[in-house]
C-alpha cells in the first residue's frame, strides 16, 4: 500500500512538470512578455520605456531559458522559466499586479471558497443518491419515465439561469435572504444558504440520472437475484445490497472532485460576490492578470492529481476485492 | 443588387461538415449493417420529435452562414470599381432585413409601443414633458396604442398561426400521399395509420411537433414585421433577432470543436491502443498531464493568449466580422484541443480490446500492414463510439459557451451568441422595472436547442451502444407492468456535462 502511493506520488512529478511546461509555452512563448505589456498599457499609444519598465516591476525583464549575462548557475537561475514557472514547485506563485503576494491571497480564499463547495458537494451527494434510488425504487413506472425527463429538462437549462433566476426568486422577489456578499462565522449562514441550494439544483440532472444508471445496472447482477429468492423485501435488497455495491463507482467520481472544492465554483461565486478562489481567477481574466491565472492553473491540476490518488486510495476502503500492488 | 461573397474560416469548416455529413450518409444509405442502428434511431420517437425541431436551427444557422458583402449603391470611384461595404452580411441578414436595420433608441419591453425609459419630448405648444415616447418602428401603425395593441396583436398572430396551420395541412397531405404511393394504399387509410401511430417511422409524433413549430413560427413572422416581439436591448436592437443570430453561434461552437477534437482523439487514440509499448506511454502521459489541467483554467489561460495575438496583430484582418470569426474559430480549437482526452481514453481502451480479436490477429498473420488493419479493422469497429460522444458532448458545449462568455473568455463581444445576450442583460437585473426579456430569450432558445440536442443524442445512444441493449433485457427479470417505458431515457455515459 505504501509502495504504491510512494509510486504514485512520484509518477505525479513528471505530469506536473508537463503542466508547468504547458502553462510557460502558453504565457511566455506564445506571446512575448513585450506583446503582453503593449496589451495592458494600450495597443497604440505605449512607448518602449513603459514596456520595459512594466517588465522590470514583474521581473519578466530577463531571458526565456537561458541567460548568458550571467555565470554558473545564475544562467539557469536568472531566467523566466526558473523564477517564474519553476518556483510554483516551491508555491511561490510571486506578486499580483495589485503588488499583493499570490500565495497569501490563496490561503485566506480558500475558506469562503470551501465554506460554499463543501455543503454543496456533501448534499448533492445525499440528495442525488436519494432521488436516484427512489426512481430506481419505482423503476418502470410513471414516476420512473417522468423522473427521467425532469432529469433531461434539469439537465438542457444553462447553469447562469439557475442562479440569475435563484437570485430573483428568492432574494430579488422574496426578500429572503441576501442577493449578494460574505460574512465572517455563524453571519456567513444567510449569504450561503442560496448559494448552496442553486449549487445543489443546478447538477441535480446529470447526476441523478447518472447515479439511476449506477443503480440500475447493478440491480442486473446475480447476488441481486439471489437476495431477491431468499425473500428478502425489496427494500432491503435497494438499500443494503444494492446501494452498498453502487458506492464504488459513485466515489470514483465524487471523490476526484474533492480537492477541487478548494477551486470553488468559479461563476457561482463570482455572481454571489463570494471572496474565494473561484472569483479570484475571474477578476484575474477580467483584468489580465497573467501571474495569477498561472499559478491557479497550476494550483489545480495539483489538486486533480491529488484528487485521482485519493480515488484509488479509496478503492481499496470500500471494495476489499481491490488490492494495490 | 451585386455582392461579393465572403467564406470566413468558421463558414468554410461548416461547409465541409456539412459535405461529410452528406457523403457519410450517401455512403451509410449503401451499407445495410451500417443503416440498422439508423434505422433505430428514426424509429424512437422523442428521437425524430427532437431532429424536427434541431433541423428548424440547423436551417436558421446554415442561412446565417452564407456570407457576403454588399456593394456600396454609390459607387465613386473613378474606374467603375465597386466598392463592397465593410459590414458582412448573411444571407439570413438579408432575409431578416427589417429586423436588423429597425433599431430603437434603447430598451422596451416585448409588444410594446413605447419606450422602456423617459424621455424629455417638446409638445407642439413649446412645453417641455417627461414620458415615454412612442417606438419608431414597434407598434408604430397604431393610432392608439392603449385601447387597439391587444387586438391588433391577437388579429395578426391569428393570422399568422392560421397561416402556419395552413402550411402544416397541406405538408401532411404531401406526406401522407407519398407514404400511400409508397404502399400502395388509398390516402384515408394512410392518415388513418399516421393517426393511430402505427407507421414504422413516428410520423405522428413529428407531425405534432411540426405543428406546433409552423403555429409558432407563423405568428413569429406574422408579429415581428410590426412589433419587437422580444423587446430590444440596450442600444435598441431586437431581441428576437438576436436569439436567432446565437443559434449559430451555438452550432458553429457545439459542432466544429468536435470536429477540430476528433483527429487527435482518433489517431492518438487508436495509435496508443494498437501499439502499445513507448507510444501508448508517451499518449498516455500526454493526455493525463492535459485532463489534469482543470478545463475551464486551461480554456482561459489559452483565450487570454489569443486575445493578445489578436490585439496587438489588428492589422491582420480587414473587417471586425473576420477578426470576431477567428476569435471564434480558436474558441473551437481551443475548446476541441481542451476536451480531446476524453475520447481518446475511450477509443484506447476499445482499441485495446479489438487488437486482441481473432480476425485481427489472423489480418496480422497474414502480413497486412498496420495502415490497412487500423483503417479497415479497427477504425470501423470504434465509429460508434465517435459518434456517441459527438453527439452527446454537442449540448455541453452551447452551454459552455455561455459560461465562457460570461467569464470573459468566450466569443468575440461583437459576435451574437447567447452568452453575449445573457452578459448583457444580466447588468440590467437591478432595474426597476426589471429588463427581463433579453435574458428570457436567450434561455428560452438555448434551452431549446439544448434539450432537443439532448434528446437526439439519447435517441442515437440507445441505437448504437451496444451495452444499451442488454440493459433492459437484464432489467426486467421483475416482471412489471409497463416494459416499454422501460428502455427510454436509459444511458450509460460518463461524460461529464457541464464540468464548470
Known amino acids: ?325 | 443588387m451585386s455582392f461579393k461573397p465572403v467564406i470566413l474560416w468558421t463558414d468554410a469548416l461548416v461547409y465541409l461538415l456539412v459535405a461529410v455529413i452528406i457523403v457519410f450518409a450517401w455512403y451509410v444509405r449503401r451499407n445495410e449493417h451500417l443503416r440498422a442502428p439508423w434505422r433505430r434511431v428514426i424509429r424512437s420517437a422523442s428521437g425524430m420529435v427532437s431532429l424536427t425541431v434541431l433541423i428548424f436551427f440547423i436551417a436558421v444557422g446554415l442561412l446565417d452562414t452564407v456570407h457576403l458583402r454588399p456593394a456600396v449603391e454609390k459607387s465613386n470611384s473613378a474606374n467603375g470599381e465597386r466598392i463592397y461595404s465593410v459590414d458582412v452580411l448573411s444571407l439570413f441578414d438579408l432575409i431578416a432585413g427589417p429586423l436588423r436595420t429597425r433599431v430603437e433608441k434603447t430598451y422596451s419591453a416585448p409588444f410594446a409601443a413605447y419606450l422602456y425609459a423617459r424621455e424629455t419630448v417638446e409638445l407642439p405648444d413649446g412645453k417641455q414633458v417627461r414620458e415615454f415616447p412612442r417606438l419608431e418602428f414597434g407598434g408604430a401603425h397604431l393610432q392608439d396604442p392603449e385601447t387597439q395593441l391587444v387586438a391588433d396583436v391577437v388579429r395578426r398572430a391569428g393570422a399568422g398561426g392560421g397561416v402556419g396551420l395552413l402550411l402544416w395541412g397541406v405538408v401532411v397531405a404531401s406526406l401522407t400521399t407519398v407514404l400511400a404511393r409508397r404502399d400502395g394504399k388509398n390516402f384515408l387509410p394512410a392518415l388513418f395509420n399516421i393517426w393511430r401511430g402505427t407507421t414504422e417511422v413516428p410520423w405522428k409524433a413529428i407531425c405534432g411537433m411540426l405543428a406546433l413549430i409552423l403555429l409558432l413560427l407563423g405568428a413569429a413572422l406574422a408579429l415581428c414585421g410590426y412589433y419587437h416581439i422580444f423587446g430590444t436591448d440596450k442600444v435598441g436592437q431586437d431581441v428576437f433577432y438576436q436569439s436567432l443570430k446565437s443559434i449559430r453561434t451555438g452550432l458553429v461552437i457545439g459542432t466544429l470543436a468536435t470536429l477540430m477534437m476528433l483527429p487527435f482523439a482518433l489517431f492518438l487514440g487508436i495509435m496508443a491502443g494498437y501499439f502499445r509499448g513507448w507510444v501508448d506511454d508517451v499518449i498516455q502521459y500526454l493526455y493525463t498531464t492535459l485532463s489534469s489541467i482543470p478545463s475551464v483554467l486551461l480554456i482561459a489561460a489559452t483565450v487570454l493568449m489569443i486575445q493578445v495575438y489578436i490585439e496587438t496583430r489588428t492589422e491582420l484582418f480587414d473587417t471586425i466580422a473576420a477578426r470576431a470569426d477567428l476569435r471564434l474559430l480558436f474558441l473551437c480549437i481551443i475548446l476541441g484541443v481542451t476536451s480531446w482526452t476524453g475520447l481518446c481514453r475511450l477509443l484506447r481502451g476499445e482499441t485495446l480490446k479489438l487488437r486482441e480479436m481473432e480476425y485481427i490477429q489472423a489480418a496480422q498473420a497474414f502480413g497486412v500492414s498496420h495502415w490497412r488493419i487500423v483503417s479497415r479493422h479497427i477504425l470501423p469497429n470504434v465509429m460508434h463510439i465517435v459518434l456517441i460522444s459527438t453527439v452527446m458532448d454537442f449540448s455541453g458545449l452551447v452551454l459552455a459557451e455561455a459560461v465562457l462568455s460570461y467569464v470573459g473568455v468566450g466569443v468575440d463581444p461583437s459576435t451574437i451568441s447567447f452568452g453575449t445576450m445573457i452578459n448583457a442583460a444580466r447588468l440590467e437585473m437591478a432595474r426597476e422595472p426589471m429588463v427581463w426579456w433579453a435574458l428570457l430569450a436567450a434561455f428560452g432558445f438555448m434551452f431549446a436547442l439544448v434539450l432537443s440536442a439532448n434528446l437526439f443524442a439519447d435517441a442515437v445512444q440507445n441505437a448504437f451502444d451496444p451495452r444499451v441493449k442488454i440493459l433492459p433485457a437484464k432489467a426486467g427479470i421483475l416482471p412489471h407492468r409497463r416494459r416499454r417505458e422501460e428502455s427510454k431515457g436509459k444511458s450509460v455515459s460518463s461524460t461529464v456535462e457541464d464540468s464548470f
Not at chain 1, 512607448?47 to 512594466?54: F, G, H, L, N, R
Not at chain 1, 490561503?107 to 471558497?113: F, G
Not at chain 1, 414516476?143 to 440569475?164: E, K, P, Q, R, T
Not at chain 1, 491540476?301 to 470500500?318: K, P, R
Open chain 1, 1 to 325: 500500500m505504501l509502495n504504491y502511493i510512494v509510486r504514485r506520488v512520484l509518477y505525479a512529478i513528471p505530469i506536473l512538470i508537463g503542466v508547468n511546461l504547458i502553462t510557460f509555452t502558453l504565457f511566455f512563448v506564445v506571446n512575448s512578455p513585450d506583446d503582453m505589456a503593449r496589451m495592458q498599457l494600450g495597443i497604440k499609444r505605449v512607448t518602449p520605456e513603459a514596456i520595459t519598465k512594466w517588465k522590470q516591476e514583474r521581473g519578466y525583464d530577463k531571458p526565456l531559458m537561458f541567460n548568458d549575462t550571467e555565470e554558473g548557475y545564475a544562467q539557469f537561475t536568472h531566467t523566466i522559466f526558473f523564477e517564474k514557472s519553476a518556483a510554483m514547485f516551491a508555491f511561490r506563485f510571486g506578486r499580483a499586479d495589485d503588488g499583493r503576494d499570490i500565495a497569501h491571497e490563496i490561503k485566506t480564499r480558500m475558506v469562503p471558497s470551501l465554506a460554499i463547495a463543501l455543503p454543496v458537494f456533501l448534499l448533492g451527494l445525499g440528495v442525488y443518491i436519494v432521488f436516484a434510488l427512489i426512481m430506481v425504487f419505482f423503476r418502470a413506472t410513471y414516476v420512473d419515465f417522468w423522473g427521467v425527463v425532469l432529469c433531461v429538462a434539469l439537465m438542457s437549462i444553462s447553469g447562469l439561469f439557475y442562479i440569475i433566476g435563484g437570485q430573483f426568486l428568492i432574494s430579488k422577489l422574496w426578500h429572503l435572504v441576501p442577493i449578494s456578499g460574505y460574512g465572517s462565522g455563524p453571519d456567513a449562514a444567510k449569504f450561503l444558504v442560496l448559494p448552496v441550494i442553486i449549487g445543489v439544483v443546478s447538477g441535480a440532472g446529470a447526476s441523478i440520472r447518472w447515479y439511476r444508471t449506477i443503480f440500475l445496472e447493478e440491480m442486473g447482477k446475480d447476488y441481486v437475484r439471489t437476495a431477491r429468492a431468499k425473500g428478502l423485501p425489496e427494500s432491503i435488497v435497494l438499500f443494503r445490497h444494492v446501494l452498498r455495491n453502487a458506492m464504488i463507482p459513485i466515489l470514483t467520481g465524487a471523490v476526484v472532485v474533492i480537492p477541487l472544492l478548494f477551486l470553488g465554483s468559479f461563476i457561482a461565486e463570482s455572481f454571489f460576490g463570494i471572496p474565494g478562489l473561484g472569483s479570484y481567477t475571474i477578476d484575474a481574466i477580467n483584468s489580465q492578470d497573467f501571474a495569477v491565472v498561472r499559478a491557479m492553473v497550476f494550483l489545480g491540476s495539483l489538486l486533480y492529481i491529488v484528487g485521482l490518488l485519493l480515488t484509488d486510495i479509496s478503492y481499496t476502503l470500500v471494495d476489499p476485492r481491490i488490492r494495490l500492488e
